[in-house]
């Protein structure tokens, strides 16, 4: 069962571009959204994380937009860079199972 | 670096054969987490262990087996391997019992042939 929905499944971008990846959850008791950034040959990363009673959080390129009333919740990653090029995946944390539920991934590609 | 260490990185091994993963967490992480991430199949949760005690189980499967020692460290043991348990096995560490922020090892790749 696939809580976390996540696409595109993959995203080329040019140098400068804006890069926006889409996530959508139904479980309504997740209550922590994180989104991890993975290079090849590397484990996940975290990259940027948000609650849901806050509608945007920015840190340099980074941009989370969470909609909880639609249940979505996006990535922006504004002037694209090549060094972004990698697999980002989107994840809800749900506080009473345990547990961090992975969207299915998105690559990206930022071509010079 | 993220302070979490997997061993070993490769691993070739034939069905039907057993193998044991083994991780450290980072200083001072009670939380120990399993992934697998097998190709085009992104990241599942198999286990979440917290000071030695399992406190969630995802979808895994009953030839696998996870635990966590008084030292912290976790070991998740495959066996009567398949063809489709090949895959990249991830451990993730977190210090507190209950959150979203888990720290990655750079994973085990298993292959099965």
């Known amino acids: 069962q696939q809580q976390v929905k996540q696409s595109p499944q993959s995203l080329i971008v040019q140098k400068g571009g804006i890069s926006i990846i889409n996530c959508a959850y139904e479980?309504?008791?997740?209550?922590?959204f994180p989104w991890y950034q993975q290079f090849p040959g590397k484990g996940p990363a975290l990259l940027i994380a948000?609650?849901?009673?806050?509608s945007e959080k920015k840190e340099g390129r980074f941009t989370i937009s969470f909609n909880k009333s639609a249940k979505q919740f996006s990535l922006h990653i504004m002037d694209s860079q090549p060094g972004d090029s990698a697999t980002y995946f989107c994840?809800?944390?749900?506080?009473?199972?345990?547990?961090?539920?992975f969207g299915g991934g998105t690559r990206l590609m930022v071509k010079p | 670096d993220s302070g979490v260490t997997q061993t070993p990185k490769h691993l070739i091994t034939a069905t039907g054969q057993r193998v044991t993963l083994r991780c450290s967490p980072r200083?001072?992480?009670?939380?120990v987490y399993w992934y697998q991430q097998s190709l085009d199949q992104g990241l599942q949760f198999l286990i979440h262990?917290?000071?030695?005690?399992?406190?969630a189980k995802g979808n895994i499967l009953e030839r696998f087996s996870a635990q966590q020692f008084p030292d912290l460290h976790s070991e998740l043991n495959l066996s009567s391997l398949e063809l489709g348990d090949s895959a990249l096995y991830f451990c993730?560490?977190?210090?507190?019992?209950?959150?979203?922020?888990?720290?990655f090892g750079e994973g085990s790749r298993l292959t099965v042939l």
């Open positions: 262990y917290y000071n030695g005690e399992e406190r």
């Open positions: 479980n309504t008791a997740f209550d922590y």
């Open positions: 993730a560490s977190s210090q507190k019992r209950a959150s979203g922020e888990l720290f």
């Open positions: 948000i609650r849901p009673d806050v």
């Open positions: 994840a809800a944390w749900h506080n009473a199972g345990n547990m961090l539920t």
């Open positions: 200083s001072g992480d009670l939380s």
